[in-house]
Structure formats: C-alpha cells, structure tokens
C-alpha cells in the first residue's frame, strides 16, 4: 500500500461553540473527535497524520490529544498564522480570523510529500470513510477525490451550518458550491438566499483526497485571492472554491467516493450530548474499544 497521511485541520476556535472544541471529551474514557478520527484512520492504513494548529495551543493539544499516539503513528504539526502569506504581502491591521480552509491546508506544504486525506478536526467521518480514500490512494495516484455526504444527515438540530452543496456527474464532482446557515425547518432545508433544499444533494463536509500537487495550486492560487480580497478583515480561502475552480477550469478532477458510515460534528455546545450518545452506541456495537489508546 502507498503511503498515505492524515491531515487534521484544527485551527478554528470554534466561534459558534464558544471554545476550543477540538479537545473536548466526547468519549467515556475522555477521548476527543480527533481521538477516534486518527485510530479510525489509523485501522484503514494511513501511516501518518499532520495536525493543523493554532502555535499558541501547542503544548495544551499535546497533553490532550497527541502524546497518546507515541509509537503508533508519526505525528507533525503544522502551525496556521495569519502572517504567513506570499512574499510582498502583509496582514491588514485589525484582522485576527485565520484566512481559511486553503491556507490552513497550505502551511503542511514542507510536511506532506505523498497523497493525504483533509477533514475538519470537530467532525467524525467514520471507519468506512477513512478505508475509501485508503483503497482509491492504494490503486490510484494522480486523481482528487471527495467523500461525500447526504446533506440531511450532516445537520445540526440547534442552527445553521456551512456545507459544500455539491453536483455529482458519473461519479466526478462538476460543481461544489460553499453555502452559508444550511437548517432544517418545517418545510425542509433551507440556506442563506431562502434557497430550498430536499436534504439528498450530496455535500461536502470537508472530507477530501488529495496529491502533493495541490500545494502548487495553493500557491498561486492564494497569491490571486490576496490580490482580490487581501485587505478585508474577514475574507476566506476555502478549500470548496479552490476545488470549483480548478474543476471548472478543467485542471483537475475529483472523484466522488461514498460512504454509508454515519456523520456527526460538534457545531454547538448542544450538539455534544448528540454526539457522546452517538459514540457510545458505536462503542457498544464493538467497533471502538471502550479505551482508545492504551500505553
């Protein structure tokens, strides 16, 4: 099998959560999200995983999270600062919101020489999920892929939530579109601009494959958005976009993966009871050890 890493975007405070919600305990021994996202990765093969964060968090997210994965996987640490831009660029006075999805992927470009799978740190993806992308990477080298989602199951009952909404043509993604306050209501599923949705289109909840290419791509493609929107205080360069752009220009394509594992995240404070429920049927259904990682 061909080398393949886990690269966990970890960054974000978690402004709607109100905390540092990547080290929260969901499971019953205080096991975190990321806890079951490493070992799930870590059964289907990946052999190293990169953690995305904030420099400040370092010693806190190694006391919490990774000293337990001493000797059963290469762990390396990626550091998100909004002052790491292209040469001839500066951060505008004022700005204190990381510059998005894209950038955070581009700090591990000097970590990652081999194709890598990107999920959000506060979002369980599920076993099955983690041995797709392993299968695709052991077979197929060259291409981008996604697992998508159906979008009424990746919900929050408390508010609304950010998803790609996506268009899927003989298994290839066509279009990926970032799509704001996406929530149920009486009447279905709506999202910023009041359009309806019927809770099938499949979606993007940042689950992807990719090839070392990629950070070529963010390269010149980060310099194109600071261009544009560089000076504003809350502009973001999203991983979605990115990918719409380079499959509308032809540049890449990506292949759409599906999974029946089920997915859940932490958005709110109260989506974490949900959550906890959800770990222990899993647990109970022998999936998981009641204890994660032993040392």
């Given at each position: 099998?061909?080398?393949?890493?886990?690269?966990?975007?970890?960054?974000?405070?978690?402004?709607?959560?109100?905390?540092?919600?990547?080290?929260?305990?969901?499971?019953?021994?205080?096991?975190?999200?990321?806890?079951?996202?490493?070992?799930?990765?870590?059964?289907?093969?990946f052999n190293k995983v990169v953690f995305i964060i904030r420099k400040k968090f370092e010693d806190i997210f190694k006391a919490k999270i990774t000293n337990k994965y001493t000797g059963k996987i290469q762990v390396e640490f990626a550091f998100q600062d909004v002052h790491?831009?292209?040469?001839?660029?500066?951060?505008?006075?004022?700005?204190?919101?990381?510059?998005?999805?894209?950038?955070?992927?581009?700090?591990?470009?000097?970590?990652?020489?081999?194709?890598?799978?990107?999920?959000?740190?506060?979002?369980?993806?599920?076993?099955?999920?983690?041995?797709?992308?392993?299968?695709?990477?052991?077979?197929?080298?060259?291409?981008?892929?996604?697992?998508?989602?159906?979008?009424?199951?990746?919900?929050?009952?408390?508010?609304?939530?950010?998803?790609?909404?996506?268009?899927?043509?003989?298994?290839?993604?066509?279009?990926?579109?970032?799509?704001?306050?996406?929530?149920?209501?009486?009447?279905?599923?709506?999202?910023?601009?009041?359009?309806?949705?019927?809770?099938?289109?499949?979606?993007?909840?940042?689950?992807?494959?990719?090839?070392?290419?990629?950070?070529?791509?963010?390269?010149?493609?980060?310099?194109?958005?600071?261009?544009?929107?560089?000076?504003?205080?809350?502009?973001?360069?999203?991983?979605?976009?990115?990918?719409?752009?380079?499959?509308?220009?032809?540049?890449?394509?990506?292949?759409?993966?599906?999974?029946?594992?089920?997915?859940?995240?932490?958005?709110?404070?109260?989506?974490?009871?949900y959550v906890q429920g959800e770990i222990q049927k899993i647990i109970n259904a022998g999936v998981y050890p009641k204890k994660l990682f032993v040392n």
């Amino acid at each position: 099998m061909n080398n393949i890493t886990l690269l966990v975007m970890a960054a974000g405070m978690g402004s709607r959560y109100g905390g540092l919600k990547q080290l929260d305990s969901i499971g019953p021994q205080g096991e975190t999200i990321i806890d079951y996202s490493v070992y799930d990765a870590m059964e289907a093969g990946f052999n190293k995983v990169v953690f995305i964060i904030r420099k400040k968090f370092e010693d806190i997210f190694k006391a919490k999270i990774t000293n337990k994965y001493t000797g059963k996987i290469q762990v390396e640490f990626a550091f998100q600062d909004v002052h790491d831009l292209p040469e001839g660029f500066t951060c505008p006075d004022g700005r204190e919101k990381p510059w998005g999805t894209g950038h955070a992927i581009f700090t591990a470009r000097d970590l990652i020489n081999e194709p890598f799978c990107v999920i959000n740190a506060d979002d369980y993806y599920g076993r099955e999920s983690f041995q797709k992308l392993a299968e695709f990477y052991t077979n197929e080298y060259r291409s981008f892929s996604m697992v998508a989602y159906r979008l009424d199951k990746t919900l929050s009952s408390f508010g609304g939530v950010t998803r790609g909404i996506c268009k899927v043509e003989n298994d290839r993604l066509s279009t990926v579109i970032e799509t704001g306050n996406v929530r149920k209501t009486d009447s279905g599923v709506t999202s910023d601009g009041d359009v309806t949705l019927d809770g099938r289109e499949p979606v993007s909840v940042n689950m992807w494959g990719f090839t070392p290419i990629l950070f070529d791509y963010l390269q010149e493609m980060f310099v194109d958005f600071m261009k544009e929107s560089g000076t504003e205080l809350k502009s973001e360069f999203l991983i979605p976009t990115i990918i719409n752009d380079l499959i509308q220009s032809g540049r890449e394509e990506v292949h759409v993966l599906r999974s029946d594992s089920p997915w859940f995240g932490v958005t709110y404070k109260e989506d974490k009871l949900y959550v906890q429920g959800e770990i222990q049927k899993i647990i109970n259904a022998g999936v998981y050890p009641k204890k994660l990682f032993v040392n």
